[in-house]
């Protein structure tokens, strides 16, 4: 039975008015410098409105998470030759893939208007400096057209990495270079008046005797508290998947996950870089807000089930310990959770590639589990990786085509599927067994249909041209994580103010980013890679400005 405190939530902290060393007014509270509050900085001070931002962080410590993006017809998109998509296309397709259980309201913001977020946040980095860090995902690179459509699964071209491929940063090649695109909009922020309070976190809300947010109380590193009001508050605090006890009680699956698999959770892995705590969820449910149910959504990856974690080049079929596919491989399973091919513990699983492997990439959807959302610039290294492929038991470097920093994965080559059976570990019947399932699956490749499993005919691409690539990778289910992010969060209106039990509004109280509700439901869909950061970013500006406007 997994153990853990479900009283996360606790009772409001009440602050001694003598602790609180200062008392300052504003229009706009952001409480959170991060990917969706420094946007709703902004917008709110062009404005007009008199900002304050709480970033929990130090000047020197602070790190905007992340650098893939997606944005629905951007111009810098559009001048790459890319054509216009039809953003209802997107938007039914979030749909379809959320089950219809998100927000329609807040996801028809994001897409139509993330264009204009992109070129904005784009308009102040001088030129020079974004011909050398964005990086276009997929396009041009080859495919016919932006909209691909894999097994009935829509996916389009729209996303971006700033990455410092060259180090010009000096924090290494192909880091993200995202922060330093984001500084340019803190800059902008500030020189119209919105005013930074590094290192300092939101400890509690303040409410008028209707239940009206009315400001904060916020406290400094250094143990200071002081009072913000406000006639707005932007709850921009970031997620929960670093706090363990919300986690394993909001995001059932995992919890349940780690039961069914008889995993330890008590040392359960945090999102990326440690998570966020959930301050700014606790701070809304103690102010009258809720949560909104689930199935709760996170970015995930196959949590503690086993299933393959296998990069290779492109989406290739996978082969079993028994030498047999067990699944549609061509359906994107990026940010899902990984029961749904939940194999044996120890069990060897492999993918095999051919002499046409870059040709089969041209197939693929724009998705983040699939190579076609590589670093445009990687592609000459990619290409000269493979082409001086060396065979033998101590496999050969390849650039990935995702993940900070230039490191490469192994692959192995072979110029038999009998020798390259073997450098995957293949023995006996399994061997012979993995033999037989490559020689049928390239009888229903030149048939045209996989009658086994549905795979997308497009990506039916026979495996018989010699030199052959695999990786192997053995499952297992020793830890279970609260995913990169956690991607719930309180239950909002369209425009993004938090609602309580009875559907009412607190007035002055907004939600962003993961302490917005409504934007993702069961996992996290990549239709268009990126889209986390890209949400973040396009509702930070649209609440920054609706907030400034309605106050």
């Not at 500084?183 to 590094?198: E, L, N, P, R, T």
């Not at 995001?251 to 698999?261: G, K, M, P, T, Y």
């Amino acid at each position: 039975m997994i153990e853990y405190n479900r009283d996360w939530l606790g009772t409001a902290p009440e602050i001694d008015s003598k602790l609180i060393v200062e008392t300052l007014d504003c229009d706009v509270l952001v409480l959170g410098g991060g990917n969706s509050g420094v946007f709703a900085a902004r917008k709110a001070a062009e404005v007009g409105a008199d900002v304050i931002v709480c970033e929990k962080l130090s000047e020197k410590r602070y790190l905007p998470l992340g650098c893939d993006m997606a944005y629905v017809n951007a111009d810098c998109y559009l001048e790459q030759g890319c054509e216009p998509i039809d953003p209802m296309e997107v938007l039914n397709e979030w749909q379809r893939r959320s089950l219809n259980r998100t927000n329609p309201a807040l996801i028809r913001k994001y897409i139509l208007r993330s264009a204009e977020c992109c070129n904005w946040i784009r308009e102040i980095v001088p030129q020079e400096e974004l011909d050398e860090l964005t990086v276009f995902h997929s396009w041009p690179d080859g495919r016919d057209g932006v909209v691909m459509d894999v097994c009935g699964q829509k996916s389009f071209a729209g996303s971006i990495s700033y990455r410092d491929f060259n180090n010009t940063l000096g924090r290494g090649a192909n880091n993200s270079a995202w922060w330093k695109i984001v500084d340019y909009s803190i800059k902008k922020a500030q020189s119209h008046g919105a005013k930074w309070f590094w290192d300092t976190v939101g400890v509690v809300l303040c409410q008028d005797d209707n239940g009206d947010v009315t400001g904060a109380i916020v406290k400094s590193g250094d143990g200071d508290y002081r009072r913000i009001n406000a006639k707005a508050v932007i709850l921009a605090c970031g997620d929960f998947s670093g706090n363990r006890d919300m986690v394993l009680d909001l995001h059932d699956e995992v919890r349940q996950l780690a039961d069914i698999s008889d995993i330890d959770t008590e040392k359960i892995a945090g999102g990326m870089f440690g998570g966020g705590d959930g301050s700014g969820h606790k701070m809304g449910l103690w102010a009258g807000g809720v949560m909104e149910p689930g199935p709760r959504a996170s970015v995930n990856f196959s949590n503690g089930a086993g299933a393959p974690d296998i990069a290779l080049i492109g989406n290739y079929p996978i082969f079993g310990g028994d030498g047999k596919r067990f699944g549609n491989e061509s359906i994107c399973v990026f940010g899902g959770q990984g029961y749904i091919m939940r194999r044996e513990d120890g069990e060897r699983m492999c993918k095999i590639a051919d002499a046409n492997w870059e040709e089969n990439l041209m197939h693929q959807g724009y998705e983040h589990d699939m190579s076609s959302t590589t670093c445009k610039r990687e592609w000459d290294l990619v290409r000269e990786d493979m082409a001086n492929y060396k065979t033998g038991p101590e496999g050969f470097p390849v650039h990935c085509f995702t993940g900070y920093g230039m490191r490469p994965h192994k692959l192995y080559a072979a110029e038999t599927l009998e020798e390259l059976a073997d450098l995957m570990g293949y023995e006996g019947e399994a061997k012979q067994g993995l033999l037989d399932e490559i020689a049928h699956y390239n009888e229903m490749c030149h048939a045209g249909k996989d009658t086994d499993w549905g795979r997308d005919p497009a990506l039916m691409n026979p495996i018989e041209k010699p030199p052959f690539f695999g990786e192997a990778k053995i499952s297992e289910k020793n830890r279970i994580t609260a995913g990169m992010v956690q991607l719930s969060g309180l239950m909002v209106t369209d425009d993004m103010q938090v609602r309580r039990k009875d559907d009412s509004i607190i007035g002055g109280l907004y939600a962003v980013g993961n302490c917005c509700g409504g934007r993702y439901a069961i996992q996290y869909p990549t239709m268009m890679a990126g889209n986390s950061i890209g949400i973040a970013t396009t509702l930070g500006m649209v609440v920054g400005e609706f907030a400034a406007q309605n106050i």
